[in-house]
T-cell receptor, first 109, second 114 residues
Framework: QKEVEQNSGPLSVPEGAIASLNCTYS??????FFWYRQYSGKSPELIMF????GDKEDGRFTAQLNKASQYVSLLIRDSQPSDSATYLC?????????FGKGNQVVVIP | ETGVTQTPRHLVMGMTNKKSLKCEQH?????MYWYKQSAKKPLELMFV???????ENNSVPSRFSPECPNSSHLFLHLHTLQPEDSALYLC?????????????FGEGSWLTVV
């Protein structure tokens, strides 16, 4: 079982719409969860972290954590072309940060 | 510009060459990491150093040799690599390894083995 799983395939959203990304993880003991954004040819940059169940909002981004169901999601409201990137989910489990394969988001003007 | 600086940004090397990747962090962190990122695969953790001591080697082939002379500098020495080693190599740092804190990445070194 993969430590962190993200849905495959690019997600295309019209400009101004909400982009929704999901991630599941296997380690029930995981305490911290991260979303990184990676533009093509660039390194990952942290956009959100969440430790507690529920929602955490930061500008147009909302992270949602459900530890009972072992999933974490990221919502991007009012999507902009500059949001076009690959989004990596990561969680701290087994004393290491494990990453998913990433979800590509394409915002269509 | 990030607090983690990697050089060179691009490297092309033959299979018999010896080269090194360098990483420097200016964040006052005590943990440093090497990750490998290949197309269509998740980020793979290679090595972890905490307070200059190697705490993790994720079954990395010996043709990759890390060196951490102090908490601010990390090297990855490369020798007799294979074409499948071509990838983006990312250095990262965090306050301390294993404390579930945020890690910050450098811009990466694109390696092509010919």
């Amino acid at each position: 079982q993969k430590e962190v799983e993200q849905n495959s395939g690019p997600l295309s959203v019209p400009e101004g719409a909400i982009a929704s990304l999901n991630c599941t993880y296997s380690d029930r003991g995981s305490q911290s969860f991260f979303w990184y954004r990676q533009y093509s040819g660039k390194s990952p940059e942290l956009i959100m972290f969440i430790y507690s169940n529920g929602d955490k909002e930061d500008g147009r981004f909302t992270a949602q954590l459900n530890k009972a169901s072992q999933y974490v999601s990221l919502l991007i409201r009012d999507s902009q072309p500059s949001d076009s990137a690959t989004y990596l989910c990561a969680n701290y489990g087994n004393n290491r940060l494990a990453f998913g394969k990433g979800n590509q988001v394409v915002v269509i003007p | 510009e990030t607090g983690v600086t990697q050089t060179p940004r691009h490297l092309v090397m033959g299979m018999t060459n010896k080269k090194s990747l360098k990483c420097e962090q200016h964040l006052g962190h005590n943990a440093m990491y090497w990750y490998k990122q290949s197309a269509k695969k998740p980020l793979e953790l290679m090595f972890v150093y905490n307070f200059k001591e190697q705490t993790e080697n994720n079954s990395v082939p010996s043709r990759f040799s890390p060196e951490c002379p102090n908490s601010s500098h990390l090297f990855l020495h490369l020798h007799t690599l294979q074409p499948e080693d071509s990838a983006l190599y990312l250095c990262a740092s965090s306050q301390e390894a294993g404390n579930s804190g945020t890690i910050y990445f450098g811009e990466g070194s694109w390696l092509t083995v010919v």
